[in-house]
């Protein structure tokens, strides 16, 4: 599956070499590749607010906004993360993240859980348009990418 | 154009008649929103970082690493920004955020320069594995994108 290939690709190269783009280790790369996928996480958060709104009934559903969602959920996962967590971007390492090292050592714990959050967002763009029960359906598989890599690997 | 089309009536329903999903109205919702544009920029700027870096001569020419990196441009310049720029979430509204109350209100030049943006990011994906020429010449489009864009709706 090439979503599976490109992040495993990608993730191999991030975690066992070290990211080779300029400045990688000096704070201002660290810092900005932080601030990177932190902002992918708020893309996240923010259409599954708007997802998981409509599935749990507190707004109706409106297959657009949903499909919307859904596609941004889907390109958002998508990213290639590679130069998004490089070495030394740990929590243990510098403030303002709380990623765990585990994240570097735990091969291939680590892509598998980007492998079943890309998988999962694109089941919900194939879901979300549809129909309400279509668009619940999808949630759980989402949901439990989200909980299962932050349980594993996000500090307090 | 697909991309056109689809922003337009995104920020025209945005900017119109106001985001209608759960909350919008609420502090929460509006600085979900203002998280989640802010990840998209913080995106922006990381892969454009990494794509700047190699056309000035910073780091080499890496075909693999420069096409990931303007896919990830693409991929973040297509969002579905509908539900990013709620009413209520310019600079003079709320605390957090640079965004001009202007953007709300200059109708149809906001949505020409995301327009512009997504436009400047295809090429980018188009050019940007081919050669260091290729990349050099489709920086150009992307950095005015970006410029013109915060000249006129990003505050102080």
Redesign the interface.
Known sequence: MKTKVMITA?LAIAMGAGV???GSHADP?IQ??I??R??????Y???L??LG?MAKG??AY?AA?AS??A??LK??A???A???WPQGSDMDSVEGTRAKAEIWTTFPAVVENATAMATAANAMADAAGKDLASLQAAMGPVGGACGSCHKAFRGK
Request: hydrophobic share 55%; glycine share 8%.
């Open positions: 990608a080779t783009f300029a790369a900005g590749a601030k990177a932190q902002g992918q996480m708020q893309l958060a923010h259409n607010g708007i709104a507190e707004v409106d906004a919307a969602a596609n941004n390109a958002v998508n990213l290639d590679m130069t998004l």
